[in-house]
């Protein structure tokens, strides 16, 4: 098993632009979450997605979307690029939702640069 | 609101001295704690959770509802477990509130 997999692994983007990233969850997995990870920091909440509704979202603006499709994959879009938004963007997958739930499992990341 | 504070981010000791990395949340309702640890160019991992009660590569790690605590120990440090550390409250939807991580650098 290739674990969660995420593309593109790095990104430069310009101010004002919109950017999609990827996500492929473990096999059998059918919750994806999102985190936004700047640097010096921990991981933040964005989105959580089972069975392709959307069941949390943190505090981030609408300028940020997600969408989860039948096979579970996930895409999160950024529009309207800032330079706060460059970040390592991380995507974890786990069997099931609620307390109790299997680990979550993250990907490698997304090094997204807005210049 | 959740919140998970990891009060330094760096701690340095010597090889096979004792490690404890600190952890402190705030929480309304009945949490559960990760730690969560990432190697040099690794991703993200999980190290242990409150509710299996395990230890792993020789961390331990005690929730303490009456101090809002779930700091992580070692009593002999070693090389390899040079790396990020990052304790995570999951709530009710398995969501996670991670703190801003601790650097544990074992110095031979």
């Known amino acids: 098993d290739a674990g969660v997999t995420q593309s593109p692994t790095h990104l430069i983007k310009t101010r004002g632009q919109q950017v999609t990233l990827r996500c492929s969850p473990i096999s059998g997995h059918k919750s994806v979450s999102w985190y936004q990870q700047v640097l010096g920091q921990g991981p933040q909440f964005i989105f959580q997605?089972?069975?392709?509704?959307?069941?949390g979202r943190g505090n981030f603006p609408d300028r940020f979307s997600a969408r989860q499709f039948p096979n579970y994959s996930s895409e999160l879009n950024v529009n309207a690029l800032l330079l706060g938004d460059s970040a390592l963007y991380l995507c974890a997958s786990s069997v099931f939702l609620g307390q109790g739930a299997s680990e979550a499992f993250f990907g490698q990341g997304t090094r997204l640069t807005v210049v | 609101a959740q919140r998970v504070t990891q009060p330094e981010k760096l701690l340095s000791v010597f090889k096979g001295a004792p490690v404890e990395l600190k952890c402190n949340y705030s929480?309304?309702?009945?949490?559960?704690l990760f730690w969560y640890v990432q190697y040099s160019r690794q991703r993200l991992q999980l190290l242990l959770r409150?509710?299996s009660r395990e230890s792993i590569k020789g961390f331990t790690a005690d929730l303490n509802k009456g101090e809002t605590s779930f700091h992580l120990k070692k009593p002999f440090a070693q090389e390899e477990d040079s790396a990020m550390y990052y304790c995570?409250?999951?709530?009710?939807?398995?969501?996670?509130?991670f703190g801003s991580g601790t650097k544990l650098n074992v110095k031979p």
């Open positions: 995570a409250l999951n709530d009710n939807f398995n969501k996670f509130y």
């Open positions: 929480y309304s309702g009945s949490p559960e």
């Open positions: 409150h509710i």
């Open positions: 997605y089972y069975e392709k509704e959307e069941r």
